[in-house]
Nanobody, 113 residues
């Protein structure tokens, strides 16, 4: 059974940083493309970033240079390092096994002073 568990969210001031983690079980993250999505209040879920089995990464333009997606094969986990956070980044962040309906429960990120 595939399970994805996000953690690392919280309250951070504008300009701050957070590192989100996605611990996977039931799959080996190194052989799949894994993605991060987010959903802000009143908005649809949107793509944030992804990392392929080969390590290639893709980002939404607005997050390039601020967010970094990475993977630790030994820990079977995927990460999202978020820097220079802005109020508009406030959302629930989800981990996803690409092109599947496997999602984590989400972790709340709130950017506020």
């Amino acid at each position: 059974q595939v399970q994805l568990a996000e953690s690392g969210g919280g309250l951070v001031q504008p300009g701050g940083s957070l590192r989100l983690s996605c611990a996977a079980s039931g799959i080996t993250v190194s052989i799949f493309t894994m993605a991060w999505y987010r959903q802000a209040p009143g908005k649809e879920r949107e793509f944030v970033a992804s990392i392929t089995s080969g390590g290639s990464t893709t980002y939404v333009d607005s997050m390039k240079g601020r967010f970094t997606v990475s993977r630790d094969n030994a820990k079977n986990a995927v990460y999202l390092q978020m820097n220079s956070l802005q109020r508009e980044d406030t959302a629930v962040y989800y981990c996803n096994m690409w092109a599947t309906n496997y999602w984590g429960q989400g972790t709340q990120v709130t950017v506020s002073s």
